[in-house]
C-alpha cells in the first residue's frame, strides 16, 4: 500500500501552527486532514474528512475532542483519500436518541491496484449502545466485512471473495471533571483482521489529552500493536494529534502513526 505518509508529515504540521483561529458565532462544522492509526485498519482514516454536528459546540461544556460525545450531539462524516493506484472511503454517523439510546454507523472502503492484481475491502458496522448513567456506557456491534481479490494474468483471471460477519458488545466508560479526567473504550473490531482494542484516553484539560490505543491480535502471524497519542488545541477551532505504535516484543518494528490536523468552523 504506497500511501507516503511521511511524505505529508512536515506539511499538515506546518499548516497547524500557522492556521488562524477564525471568528464565529457557532461551531458545526469540522475539517480533519492527516492519517490516525494505520495499524488498526477498522478505526483508521487517511486524506481528508468533513463533519457535521447538528448542534453549535463553542456553547457547550467539556474538553474540545468530547463536546459531542458528552452533550450528546449529532454528528455525520464522509471522507477519503485516492491518488490513483489506491483509494479509500469512509461515511459514518452517531445519532443520539431518548433514553440514552447511541446509535453508530459506518462505512469503509479500501482499493488497493496493481499491474495484475486487484485488492478490494468492505467494512460496514452498526453499533447500538444505552448510557447506563452519567460515566457508563454498554453496547453492541455488528461488523460485515467482504475483501475481494482479484488476478489478471495473461488470458487467465482469478477471483477470490470472502465475506465475514462478526458480533460483539462494547463498553465506554468517560469520567471527566472540570475537563480532567478519563475517557476508556474496549470492544472487539472485526475487518481484515479480527482484533480487540482498548482505548485509554487521559484529558488533561480542555485542550490538551494523552492516550494510549492497544489493538490485540488473536492470530499468530499478526503483532499486536500499542500506539501512544497525543492531541493539543491551539484553541477552539484548530488541534494536532499525533501519535506513534509498536509492538511490545524487542524485534517490533514503528507500526503504525497518527498525524491529524483538526479544524472547526
Do not use: C
Request: charged share 20%; no cysteine.
Amino acid at each position: 500500500m504506497r500511501l507516503g505518509v511521511f511524505g505529508f508529515s512536515a506539511v499538515f504540521l506546518l499548516v497547524s501552527l500557522l492556521a488562524p483561529a477564525p471568528v464565529v458565532a457557532t461551531t458545526q462544522h469540522q475539517l480533519d486532514i492527516g492519517f490516525a492509526d494505520l495499524g488498526g485498519l477498522d478505526e483508521s482514516f487517511l486524506g481528508a474528512r468533513y463533519r457535521y454536528f447538528a448542534e453549535d459546540l463553542e456553547s457547550k461544556n467539556g474538553p474540545y475532542e468530547l463536546k459531542a460525545h458528552l452533550n450528546r450531539i449529532n454528528n455525520y462524516a464522509a471522507g477519503g483519500f485516492s491518488n490513483g493506484d489506491f483509494s479509500y472511503l469512509n461515511i459514518d454517523a452517531a445519532v443520539y436518541g431518548p433514553e440514552g439510546l447511541v446509535m453508530q454507523a459506518s462505512l469503509q472502503r479500501i482499493s488497493d491496484d496493481y499491474k495484475y492484481w486487484r485488492d478490494t475491502n468492505y467494512l460496514a458496522s452498526a453499533a447500538l449502545g444505552k448510557q447506563m448513567n452519567e460515566n457508563l456506557q454498554l453496547g453492541f456491534n455488528a461488523y460485515y466485512s467482504r475483501a475481494e481479490s482479484s488476478n489478471i494474468n495473461g488470458e487467465h483471471s482469478t477471483e477470490h471473495v470472502s465475506v465475514e460477519w462478526t458480533y460483539a458488545p462494547y463498553i465506554r466508560w468517560t469520567d471527566i471533571d472540570n475537563n480532567q479526567g478519563w475517557d476508556l473504550e474496549l470492544k472487539q473490531l472485526a475487518g481484515r483482521y479480527r482484533y480487540v482494542q482498548g482505548r485509554a484516553v487521559y484529558y488533561v484539560n480542555q485542550a490538551w489529552s494523552v492516550g494510549l490505543i492497544a489493538n490485540i491480535r488473536n492470530t499468530d502471524n499478526l503483532s499486536d500493536n500499542y500506539e501512544l497519542q497525543t492531541q493539543y488545541w491551539f484553541n477552539q477551532h484548530v488541534a494536532l494529534k499525533f501519535g506513534l505504535g509498536s509492538g511490545l516484543d524487542s524485534g517490533s518494528d514503528l507500526n503504525s502513526m497518527s498525524l491529524l490536523l483538526t479544524m472547526r468552523l
